[in-house]
Nanobody
């Protein structure tokens, strides 16, 4: 599956942005989708994940209550709504896809582990000015 992320930009602290990631090439609804981010000089870290059917979500503690992940399987798109942005949210944001077999889809499990994700988008840069 190919992933194309967009929606990044420069925003003031306290502001909002919505990231989008469009998938193509495979059946989008067979994948759990996640957002990760990588700040300058730091390792890539988990931000949020949503199950293939949209019923399960999970967030990093640092973004809980401020970020919301959602998906539209009809549009092959996953979103990350980011509110109350802080300077520490500045990073390149990547969307990622984790294929779920038929058996896995019956369990609706989701993962924060970077190694579980098979496909990655190119990243979109978010800069939050204080």
């Amino acid at each position: 599956v190919q992933l194309q992320a967009s929606g990044g930009g420069l925003v003031q602290a306290g502001g909002s942005l919505r990231l989008s990631c469009v998938a193509s090439g495979r059946t989008f609804s067979h994948y759990n989708m996640a957002w990760f981010r990588q700040a300058p000089g730091k390792e890539r870290e988990f931000v949020a994940v949503i199950s293939w059917n949209g019923l399960s979500t999970d967030y990093a503690d640092s973004v809980k209550g401020r970020f919301t992940i959602s998906r539209d399987n009809a549009k092959n798109t996953v979103y990350l709504q980011m509110n109350s942005l802080k300077s520490e949210d500045t990073a390149v944001y990547y969307c990622a896809a984790d294929f779920q077999s038929v058996a896995a889809r019956t369990m609706s499990s989701i993962s924060q582990g970077i190694k579980d994700y098979d496909y990655w988008g190119q990243g979109t840069e978010v800069t939050v000015s204080s």
